[in-house]
C-alpha cells in the first residue's frame, strides 16, 4: 500500500506542476499592451527598442513578427516616434502586433522650431 500513496502524490505533483502552475504563469499573457516614444533601435523585421519617460535608459525591446505598420515602415529608423501595441506570448521578448509611426524625426523637429 505503501507504493500506491507514493504513485498518488507523485501524480498529485505532476498535475500542479504541469497544469496549476502555468495557469499563474500565463496570467499576464494575452493583454495587448501599449508604449508611446521614440525609437531607440531598430532592426527590420527582428526587433524595435522604443523609449520615453517611462522606460529605462534602453527603452522596451519588443520582437517583430506578423506586424501591421500603420504609417511608411521604410521611414522608422532611431529617432522616429512611434506608438507600439504588444504582447506577451511566451517569448523571451514581448511581441508586437501594430507599429504606428507617428512623425519622421526630420519633420518633428521642424514643426517644433
Known amino acids: 500500500m505503501r507504493g500506491g500513496w507514493r504513485m498518488l502524490r507523485l501524480c498529485i505533483a505532476l498535475l500542479v506542476a504541469f497544469v496549476v502552475l502555468p495557469l499563474f504563469a500565463a496570467r499576464g499573457a494575452g493583454r495587448l499592451r501599449v508604449v508611446t516614444g521614440t525609437v531607440a533601435e531598430w532592426q527590420a523585421g ?19 513578427r506578423d506586424t501591421v505598420y500603420i504609417g511608411d515602415p521604410v521611414t522608422l529608423r ?15 521578448r514581448p511581441v508586437a502586433t501594430q507599429v504606428a509611426v507617428l512623425a519622421p524625426a526630420g519633420r518633428l523637429r521642424r514643426e517644433n522650431e
Open 78 to 92: 532611431p529617432g522616429v516616434r512611434v506608438t507600439v501595441w504588444y504582447e506577451f506570448v511566451g517569448e523571451r
Open 46 to 64: 527582428q526587433l524595435i527598442s522604443v523609449v520615453n519617460e517611462q522606460t529605462d535608459p534602453g527603452g522596451v525591446r519588443i520582437a517583430l
